[in-house]
């Protein structure tokens, strides 16, 4: 698999800073399935020889965070900053596995007994408060997940949540295409007045990008105004034409609710969701659940 073998798969290293300058989206579902498989057993391990201690079970569950600390949680972040079609394939890959792994963990009822036992136990006296808030942290995520339920009501609840996690990738996904889809060419030199050497380097740039075989010049410009924060909100504090701003900050604040990127169904269909799923756990809804 060349680069993508898990011998060199940058996901896997977990010593340092991640190494985001050589994360590739061909490393993302070898390199995460493979941290699942080897989580799974530690999980099983710990599920089998846990003991109700600080050391016997909080320990080991943030040991077995940290993996995903430099795997999951850089995907998530270049699918923020650097997204690109591959590694949107590469992210929808592995997302189900993940969350079905999320909700496996949480619904533990060894390691849920285990943290009941601690907070209930003698072990409650030989920790201090921010160790206490952990431990109670800890069982309220796994009672919301769904952690006291059973068969069909159980089913239901992961199936919702594996579906809330595909709209909200498909919701970001939008917005970050209808971000991507607009931009303000100013190429009036007197329409810059007022703007600093910072705004007009990086719209100049913005512009060369944009348009191969073409050199910046900050100076005179063109210049390309895009809804990226680095953009827009610079342009929004120094920029004098107010037709221009209006333009820009319409089309910022009303991002993916139009055309094929609209999200509106989308935010229907969570609304939706969360209800279901609040009522499955028992709360009158969402708002009570997230309260």
């Known amino acids: ?18 190494r985001y300058d050589e994360i590739k989206p061909e490393h ?24 109700p201690t600080w050391d016997g ?16 949680s850089p995907v998530s972040h270049l699918m923020s900053v650097k997204n690109s079609d591959d590694l949107r394939a590469a992210h929808e890959a592995v997302l189900q ?15 849920y007994e285990g943290l009941v036992a601690i907070r209930d136990g003698k072990e409650w006296n030989n920790l201090d408060e921010a160790q206490r808030r952990c431990v109670e942290l800890k069982i309220r995520s796994a009672e919301h997940a769904g952690v006291g339920l059973d068969g069909e009501a ?3 609840f992961n199936a919702i949540a594996k579906e809330m996690s595909q709209i909200g990738s498909d919701f970001s996904n939008h917005v970050m295409d209808a971000t991507k ?11 810059t007045e007022g703007w600093p050497n910072s705004l007009r380097q990086g719209v100049a740039q913005s512009y060369a990008q944009a348009n191969e075989g073409t050199e910046p010049d900050p100076e005179n410009g063109p210049w390309r105004i895009t809804l990226d924060f680095p953009s827009f909100f610079p342009f929004m504090q120094h920029h004098r034409v107010r037709a221009h701003r209006e333009q820009v900050y319409r089309a910022f604040v009303t991002r993916a609710s139009s055309g094929e990127l609209d999200n509106s169904d989308l935010i229907a269909k969570t609304l939706q969701l969360r209800k279901e799923q609040a009522g499955l756990l028992g709360f009158g809804s969402y708002a009570e659940w997230s309260l």
């Open 28 to 51: 993302v579902e070898p390199g995460v399935k493979n941290l699942l498989i080897q989580v799974e057993k530690q999980i099983e391990e710990l599920e089998k020889a846990l003991t």
């Open 1 to 18: 698999m060349s680069e993508s073998t898990l011998e060199n798969n940058p996901l896997l290293v977990t010593d340092g800073l991640p």
């Open 57 to 72: 079970l909080l320990k080991p569950l943030e040991d077995m965070d940290v993996p995903f600390e430099y795997a999951w």
């Open 181 to 191: 889809a607009f931009e303000l060419i100013v190429e009036d030199k007197a329409d």
């Open 154 to 156: 159980k089913e239901r």
């Open 97 to 111: 596995d993940v969350v079905a792994f999320g909700l496996r963990v949480q619904q533990s009822r060894p390691i």
